[in-house]
């Protein structure tokens, strides 16, 4: 019996917990730059990377842009795909560090947590 009482004062905090771990959505203006980061990451020519968390950050919040955010996240997609295909070394330089740095924030968040928790323990 005291089991079924802990699991039923465990459960609504788990569920709590869940729906406060949902982001919210994206603005316009982060809606736009995930479109060229998702171009960024997926090109061949700056080093293709995993983009399976930006596709489906993309196609969820596709789903509630408005035409004009749409078509600007589509202008900022092609805009990114002549860059990454007609850079030189340095600017191949400045897409990749955009691609590694600004870009992981849409997809890197679970990552960076588990990265940061062994130097937490270590200076413990």
């Known amino acids: 019996m ?5 699991l039923l004062l465990i459960a609504p905090l788990a569920l709590a917990g869940a729906a ?17 980061c998702q171009t960024l990451m997926s090109s061949s020519n700056l ?11 993309v196609t969820s919040e596709s789903a509630t842009r408005s035409p004009a955010a749409f ?9 990114a795909a002549q860059a990454a295909r007609h850079a ?11 691609r590694d740095g600004l870009c992981r924030s849409f997809t890197g968040v679970v990552q960076s947590a588990s990265a940061a928790t062994p130097a937490a323990n270590r200076n413990n």
């Open 2 to 6: 005291s089991m079924i009482k802990t």
């Open 71 to 79: 078509d600007r996240g589509e202008a900022a997609r092609d805009q």
């Open 88 to 98: 030189g070394t340095y600017g191949k330089a400045s897409l990749a560090s955009e």
């Open 20 to 36: 406060n771990a949902q982001p919210a959505h994206l603005t316009d203006a982060q809606y736009i730059a995930a479109v060229r």
């Open 47 to 57: 080093g293709r990377q995993d983009t399976r968390a930006i596709d489906a950050l």
